[in-house]
């Protein structure tokens, strides 16, 4: 072969070169690529280190060793865990089945033509916007068995003479946590639902007007499709805040009286006073298939919503 047949062969422009588009993918990912290590090292590792412990008998100053199930064998045994289990549950399926009714008439409500209604809407939005200790500690108040405003209400109106000890009491304490998480919450339900109710083209509704829908016919027919995928959403994303919710049950009763109001972030902090590190892991791993399970189910909600 010859030398300008070799030079031919080999010329620059023969050479082959990234294409476009896997150039720009890596420019892409370059961008991305210390977003992502920083999550690692803020998200991931305090995670996968949490898991870890829950395998370990640490506690603080001291390492520990490697105990493998005991920590969760320990918790299986315990009543308190079995407690928390009944109660988280309890506190998110009644809060969050009380919030949706609350949120939903409420937004019906609002999103009607009345004069007055923004302002409606800035008063019914204020629980959500106080911080969460201040209306804990004031439904602590409301709660006391003397001078409390409930007990004061219900004597003043002749409904019952004596005074109730709602935070003192197995059979009152949990109804009265989750009262004070629901009036907590459902402005989140409120907001998300009206926001979803503004959505809905009014002309839906004119011509289920036309074809002689009553008020509940249109409800199922337009109301309801409209809203529904963010009320599978809000019911997700509410259950998931509920049952890592610290401060409504801490600041009202600390689990007490007998475990009646016990739930797992409370259990898991009493872990921590007591400085076992490796038991107090364990709850929050426990806790971590079912919460997984509806971080993942909400997730996929909002994408499906968005291709939608």
């Not at 937004?107 to 019914?124: C, D, E, H, T, Y």
């Not at 009262?179 to 004119?206: D, H, K, M, N």
Request: aromatic share 14%; proline share 5%; glycine share 8%.
């Amino acid at each position: 072969m010859s030398v300008t047949a070799h030079r031919a062969v080999v010329s620059p422009a023969t050479r082959p070169r990234f294409n476009a588009t896997a150039q720009h993918a890596l420019f892409a990912y370059g961008l991305v690529l210390p977003t992502v290590l920083l999550l690692l090292g803020l998200v991931g590792y305090p995670f996968f280190y949490a898991i870890f412990i829950a395998f370990t008998d640490r506690v603080v100053g001291n390492a520990g060793h490697w105990v493998g199930l005991a920590n969760f064998r320990y918790l299986v045994n315990s009543p308190d865990f079995w407690a928390s289990v009944w109660n988280t549950i309890t506190i998110v399926v009644a809060s969050d089945a009380a919030k949706l009714a609350i949120g939903l008439s409420l937004a019906l409500l609002v999103n009607q033509r009345l004069r007055g209604r923004g302002f409606f809407r800035s008063i019914l939005m204020l629980p959500w916007a106080m911080p969460a200790f201040v209306v804990f500690l004031v439904w602590r108040v409301i709660y006391q068995p003397i001078g409390g405003g409930l007990n004061l209400l219900l004597t003043d109106t002749g409904l019952y003479s004596g005074y109730i000890d709602w935070l003192g009491e197995p059979s009152t304490a949990l109804p009265a946590v989750i009262v004070a998480t629901i009036w907590r919450g459902f402005p989140f339900w409120f907001i998300s639902i009206l926001a979803a109710l503004q959505t809905i083209p009014g002309e839906q509704y004119e011509a289920a007007r036309v074809d002689g829908a009553n008020a509940w016919q249109r409800f199922r027919a337009v109301t309801f499709p409209g809203i529904r995928q963010v009320v599978i959403i809000t019911t997700l994303l509410s259950s998931i805040w509920t049952a890592n919710s610290f401060e409504n049950v801490w600041l009202l009763t600390q689990g007490g009286p007998a475990d009646s109001t016990m739930v797992f972030p409370v259990l898991a902090y009493f872990g921590m006073q007591t400085m076992q590190l490796g038991q107090a892991a364990a709850v929050s791993v426990a806790m971590l298939p079912v919460l997984a399970i509806l971080v993942f189910a909400a997730t996929a909600m909002a994408q499906r919503g968005v291709e939608d």
